[in-house]
């Protein structure tokens, strides 16, 4: 337990940096952060503390309709990602003076891909609980009785949490393509590829010390 328990807070910490990455490229973010962006925007909260509160909002609804994905890690991701990633762009820009454009850009979209995929792998692997948002689709798929499966359920929030960035973005007056842009699609098609591969190659040799697949649930 506390190997599993480590290795879900480093994955926790890579993401949030890899979250952080992403909105110092300025090319888009992955469809959640989309939309704790622009309500970061809206509402001049920081974007840590933007997504705390929606991930409590989420939680009550995972506590209410879901509780059995309800874990440590649930807790972890709800709390760290948000101000890690606050946290690595108040370093890099603020304190390392860091401003990327043009190919730096692209360095840090490839740097966020491969950290978030890296930090998912690693925050999940351990089966010890999903992130609020990701259990939405969890609940869309058992209320629905399976007629609208996982992956849909899945486009479906992710589509309405882009949306609703872009929206927020308009009526702040920032640029669209900050929170939604190539980034964004490099996010949805690869992010699950890279997911898979470090999953395998990474995560699972270091938490479960095996190159097998991990047992399907030790909660």
């Not at 949490?161 to 929170?179: D, M």
């Not at 964004?184 to 010390?209: D, E, M, N, Q, Y």
Request: charged share 15%.
């Amino acid at each position: 337990m506390g190997r599993r328990i480590f290795w879900m807070i480093i994955g926790n910490i890579l993401l949030g940096i890899g979250s952080g990455c992403f909105r110092l490229a300025e090319l888009g973010l992955d469809a959640y952060s989309c939309f704790v962006l622009g309500c970061s925007d809206l509402t001049g909260i920081s974007f840590g503390t933007t997504m705390l509160g929606l991930n409590l909002m989420l939680l009550v609804v995972m506590v209410i309709l879901d509780r059995k994905h309800i874990h440590v890690g649930t807790v972890a991701n709800l709390v760290m990602v948000g101000y890690v990633s606050d946290g690595t762009v108040w370093l890099l820009q603020e304190v390392l003076g860091i401003h990327p454009g043009g190919f730096g850009q692209s360095l840090f979209l490839l740097a966020g891909l491969l950290l978030v995929g890296l930090g998912i792998a690693l925050y999940t692997t351990p089966n010890l609980g999903v992130s609020p948002y990701d259990d939405m689709a969890f609940i869309i798929e058992e209320r629905s009785k399976h007629r609208i499966k996982f992956h849909y359920a899945r486009i479906i929030g992710d589509v309405v949490s882009v949306l609703a960035g872009v929206a927020f973005a308009l009526i702040t007056g920032e640029s669209v393509f900050r929170v939604a842009g190539i980034g964004t699609i490099c996010s949805a098609v690869l992010t699950g590829l890279i997911i898979s591969f470090f999953k395998r190659h990474v995560a699972v040799p270091l938490v479960w010390g095996r190159k097998k697949d991990e047992p399907k649930s030790e909660n």
